[in-house]
């Protein structure tokens, strides 16, 4: 068996590799990052898009489909500070690494912790921790086809008076594009946050089914604030996803033993 002294060291050499990889990866989307910017991180700002030209695509077979059949629609991205665009390379840089090294950061974890599990529970921690990974990217892409570009392009199209003119400055445009992805790819793991919180004996399926009305009047709430357009077809279109992992989280929770139930 490891010694406390072993298991230091062996987590010593884990951060080693965990930061030694994400450096790797820094430098590769630092070279990488003008590209990426133009065509992956400004794809939004384009009439182009294509959750844009899906979307035209559909209203005009239905007018119950929101308006996006503006095809000169096209936001600029200022800079109004000096050190903004090389700071803004580095930090894109960092999230990017830290987005896509995430499943050998998983791996790293799981290596760190499998010696201490008994060998029936290192399976469904494994497929629990390969399920997690996968719900992180899909959230991710959720955010950036979906949520993203759905909030971003109202805000922009919003008009408090003619008078205003919209410019968008880079560093709100970042700060908005991260969060809102990296948000996504959280609430995503919904599912295996209630797997685990259901392993200790904090959370029941009989609770989650008890109060489904109360999360889908939540839910519902959290999709607006998500989406602040008010039309119907966007509204559902960010809540359901939301509901469907909800109802995936009660489907990963085991019911409470009958024994405990009636003490």
Same mark, same amino acid.
């Given at each position: 068996?490891?010694?406390?002294?072993?298991?230091?060291?062996?987590?010593?050499?884990?951060?080693?590799? +965990?930061?030694?990889? @994400? !450096?790797?990866?820094?430098?590769?989307? #630092?070279?990488?990052?003008?590209? %990426?910017?133009?065509?992956? &991180?400004?794809?939004?700002?384009?009439?182009?898009?294509?959750?844009?030209?899906?979307?035209?695509?559909?209203?005009?077979?239905?007018?119950?489909?929101?308006?996006?059949?503006?095809?000169?629609?096209?936001?600029?991205?200022?800079?109004?500070?000096?050190?903004?665009?090389?700071?803004?390379?580095?930090?894109?840089?960092?999230?990017?690494?830290?987005?896509?090294?995430?499943?050998?950061?998983?791996?790293?974890?799981?290596?760190?912790?499998?010696?201490?599990?008994?060998?029936?529970?290192?399976?469904?921690?494994?497929?629990?921790?390969?399920?997690?990974?996968?719900?992180?990217?899909?959230?991710?892409? +959720?955010?950036?086809? @979906? !949520?993203?570009?759905?909030?971003?392009? #109202?805000?922009?199209?919003?008009? %408090?008076?003619?008078?205003? &003119?919209?410019?968008?400055?880079?560093?709100?445009?970042?700060?908005?594009?991260?969060?809102?992805?990296?948000?996504?790819?959280?609430?995503?793991?919904?599912?295996?946050?209630?797997?685990?919180?259901?392993?200790?004996?904090?959370?029941?399926?009989?609770?989650?089914?008890?109060?489904?009305?109360?999360?889908?009047?939540?839910?519902?709430?959290?999709?607006?604030?998500?989406?602040?357009?008010?039309?119907?077809?966007?509204?559902?279109?960010?809540?359901?996803?939301?509901?469907?992992?909800?109802?995936?989280?009660?489907?990963?929770?085991?019911?409470?033993?009958?024994?405990?139930?009636?003490?």
């Amino acid at each position: 068996m490891m010694t406390f002294w072993g298991h230091l060291e062996d987590l010593r050499w884990s951060l080693i590799r +965990v930061i030694g990889v @994400l !450096v790797v990866f820094m430098i590769a989307n #630092f070279c990488f990052m003008p590209y %990426l910017f133009d065509h992956f &991180v400004l794809a939004p700002t384009n009439s182009d898009f294509p959750l844009y030209r899906w979307l035209s695509r559909l209203g005009e077979i239905s007018p119950l489909f929101p308006d996006f059949s503006d095809d000169s629609y096209s936001v600029e991205i200022i800079n109004i500070n000096v050190a903004s665009q090389f700071l803004t390379h580095i930090t894109t840089s960092f999230w990017f690494a830290l987005v896509l090294m995430f499943p050998y950061l998983i791996f790293e974890i799981w290596h760190f912790v499998q010696p201490a599990l008994f060998k029936n529970e290192r399976k469904s921690v494994g497929l629990a921790f390969c399920f997690g990974t996968g719900m992180f990217f899909l959230g991710c892409f +959720v955010g950036y086809f @979906l !949520v993203f570009p759905f909030t971003f392009r #109202f805000l922009t199209e919003y008009q %408090l008076s003619g008078m205003i &003119v919209n410019q968008i400055s880079l560093n709100s445009y970042m700060s908005s594009f991260l969060m809102m992805i990296l948000i996504m790819g959280i609430v995503f793991e919904l599912p295996l946050l209630a797997w685990l919180l259901s392993k200790l004996g904090l959370l029941t399926r009989s609770f989650l089914r008890k109060y489904r009305r109360h999360a889908v009047v939540v839910l519902m709430v959290l999709a607006a604030v998500i989406t602040p357009s008010g039309d119907p077809f966007t509204l559902l279109v960010v809540f359901l996803p939301l509901y469907l992992l909800y109802e995936l989280s009660i489907r990963f929770v085991r019911e409470r033993p009958k024994e405990d139930a009636e003490e």
